[in-house]
């Protein structure tokens, strides 16, 4: 049995019961769809959000999960990079004399001066500036000679076994033709644990003054 449009219009609404079943069957689909409709919107969004959230918690899981799967297949190789970074480091300490042998590099940094016939006419070490676990101190310096002996000079100074470094150097020949060198050599030394001790002390206090 067909229904038209005319025949939808001309249906009572307070009398479903006598409505044709094609009417009483339109009537019910419509009511389940606006039923499951408004289900889902009251109902099941908040499921669905959940729903939407347990999977992006799944999908961060996963990735620190691969994460920390690469680093344990890497953590071998890991360990050995650490070992060989802790060895080249304490090759680079061994460079670095302590407070007593200070006074023995600054010497030697004289001596390769004079060994090649140079001439000081400055040789001031300035004050420590301390960095982290490390102290840097500045050698003013001023010296005469020829190129040749100057260049040899630099050359010595960067074979010395202690780590020394020539900075801001400026070569100015006089009336003569002698050349003069003014340069900062900066050397470094390790403090020692009482040295490290009180350095820590300070940060401590002047992290509770703040």
Known sequence: MKMTFDDLKNLNP???GAWPWPAKLLAFAVMFVAV?????????????????GAQQKEETLKENFLTKKKVAVNLDLIKKQLLETQE??????????????????????????????????LF?????TIKGSFAEQP?????????????????????????VTL??????????????????????????EEEIAAQKRAAKAAGAKK
């Open 167 to 192: 900075n801001d150097i400026a070569i100015s020949p006089d009336k003569s033709g002698v050349l003069t060198m003014d340069a900062t050599a900066k050397t470094f030394r390790y403090l020692d």
């Open 124 to 128: 001031r070490p300035g004050p420590e």
């Open 14 to 16: 307070k009398t479903p």
């Open 88 to 121: 080249s480091f304490g090759a680079l300490l061994k460079q670095l004399p302590n407070k007593s042998e200070m006074d023995e590099l600054l010497t030697d940094i004289n001596q390769a001066g004079l060994g090649r016939g140079l001439q000081f006419d």
């Open 139 to 163: 050698i003013a310096i001023k010296v005469t000679g020829n190129y040749d002996d100057l260049g040899k000079f630099a050359s010595d100074v960067s074979m010395l076994p202690r780590i």
């Open 36 to 52: 499951v409709a408004t289900g889902a919107l009251l109902d099941w969004q908040d499921q669905w959000n959940r729903l939407k």
